[in-house]
């Protein structure tokens, strides 16, 4: 039995309106055609981006993390004596 959905998503919009090299908002990391269209979709469409919202700011985090480790390794190696 599917339940019925009362409420409507709202939109994860933070405001921040910056786009990234690949296209997706620094806020809540949606695309350009998922902010566009995000008014006309279903629920199950909204949570569905919602997703890869989540995933693609996973991905994010993870590279920032890696990139963190890749600069303090370095940065251990630079000594010029």
């Not at 695309?31 to 566009?36: A, G, L, P, T, Y």
């Not at 909204?46 to 890696?66: G, I, N, T, W």
Request: charged share 25%; proline share 2%.
């Amino acid at each position: 039995m599917q339940q019925i959905e009362i409420f409507d998503i709202p939109s994860p919009c933070k405001s921040i309106c910056l786009v990234n090299n690949r296209g997706y908002c620094k806020g809540c990391y949606r695309s350009r055609d998922e902010r566009f269209t995000w008014n006309s979709l279903t629920n199950s469409e909204k949570k569905k981006v919602l997703s890869l919202c989540q995933q693609r700011y996973k991905r994010y985090l993870q590279k920032q993390q890696q990139n963190i480790a890749f600069n303090s390794t370095t940065e251990q190696h630079g000594f010029d004596f």
